[in-house]
């Protein structure tokens, strides 16, 4: 893939866009999911906490990156932003309004604003629908938008932005191939012009070929209509190429954000570097040079996370303080005011330390 050009607009340590008011913004958001026993008489027995306690800024025409492992929280956020699931607490501020205490009519206006691309193209578009049904249809939920002598029009035009051939109107899902259904559900989500757009794994479902060219089209799309996007995916080459800063989740917390070349160039959560350690390097020679981070153990259960730091189980850096005391995401302490690569929010004691750690060459 190339690079896409990036706005020069100076930004500060923290890699967030200098001088702008953010779009959407994300305070303290959790989810926990209730674990209940018995079959007449239920009753809660624990939470799985698929979220806890996560914050973040999206500003007008960034691309925030989210990445992780399976399991990390990364798409229930993404349906929180939408308001498909409802928040245990936090919230979600667009424009400065809480849409989490909106409903009715003016949460229908925000969700106009606010659109989302699924991740699987086969099962995210209703095989019973033509295409230009499919794309049209948020008209007939704001019908505002586009009067209904006009809606035949608007599809066609958005399916020749996307790359479609607007004849292509009449037919149905199961005559495209994946990587044109995922164009078509990325038309649907612009049908209504949104200011914000939640990507969840657009792209992981689809051929690596396929891959780069709906994430160029992405690109191109937000240039064209100003777009803010939060994308979510675990391939980190992908999240690198489209991001302007990037925010990396461990077992529902993010652990650190930062700029997109100050995460892969300088991370200093453990984590994240266990992270970018595992990226495959297609050249033999570089491969047979790189050492690999090794982690022990498995990801704790979110029913039952580790007291203090949740990734001190698995940490070659954890010590007594990681067990009582849950670290902050903030600067560390010995990069603040440097204004270099490192001085970026991460949620690690020990930041800033370099000791051995276990690897595999």
């Known amino acids: 893939m190339t690079t896409a050009s990036r706005p020069t607009t100076p ?10 008011e953010p779009i959407l913004q994300v305070r303290d958001l959790v989810k926990h999911f209730p674990l209940t026993q018995g079959i007449v008489f239920k009753r809660q027995v624990g939470a799985v906490q698929a979220v806890d306690g996560v914050s973040f800024d999206l500003f007008p025409g960034e691309t925030l990156g989210i990445v992780g492992e399976s399991g990390c929280g990364k798409s229930t956020v993404a349906k929180l932003l939408m308001n498909l699931e409802e928040p245990t607490s936090g919230e979600i501020l667009y424009r400065g309004e809480d849409i989490t205490k909106l409903s009715g009519r003016a949460l229908k206006a925000v969700r106009r ?9 086969y099962t995210s578009l209703n095989p019973r629908m033509t295409v230009g049904d499919i794309i049209g249809e948020p008209y007939e939920i704001h019908p505002e938008v586009a009067p209904k002598g006009d809606r035949r029009k608007r599809v066609q035009e958005l399916l020749d932005v996307v790359g479609l051939n607007p004849e292509y109107i009449n037919r149905y899902p199961h005559q495209f191939s994946g990587g044109q259904r995922q164009r078509i559900g990325i038309a649907r989500g612009l049908a209504l012009r949104p200011e914000v757009i939640v990507a969840d794994e657009p792209v992981s479902a689809l051929d690596v070929s396929v891959q780069a060219q709906v994430v160029n089209l992405m690109e191109r799309l937000q240039d064209e209509f ?5 994308f979510i995916a675990h391939d980190l080459s992908i999240v690198r190429h489209i991001s302007d800063r990037v925010g990396v989740m461990y077992l529902g917390k993010i652990v650190e954000v930062g700029a997109d070349a100050e995460i892969y160039e300088h991370p200093t959560h453990p984590y994240t570097q266990a992270l970018l350690s595992a990226v495959p390097v297609p050249d033999p020679e570089a491969r047979q040079y790189r050492e690999r981070i090794i982690l022990s153990g498995d990801v704790p259960s979110p029913a039952n996370p580790p007291s203090g730091c949740r990734f001190r189980t698995r940490c070659w850096k954890a ?10 995401l903030a600067v560390p302490e010995a990069f603040r005011g440097t204004g270099g690569p490192a001085a970026h929010d991460s949620a690690c004691h020990f930041a800033e330390e370099k000791p051995v750690v276990p690897r595999e060459r």
């Open 113 to 121: 604003n606010i659109q989302m691309v699924f991740q699987d193209p």
């Open 11 to 20: 930004e500060p340590s923290d890699g967030r866009p200098a001088d702008r």
């Open 319 to 328: 010590r007594e303080r990681c067990v009582v005391e849950e670290p902050l």
């Open 226 to 230: 100003n777009l803010s996007y939060m």
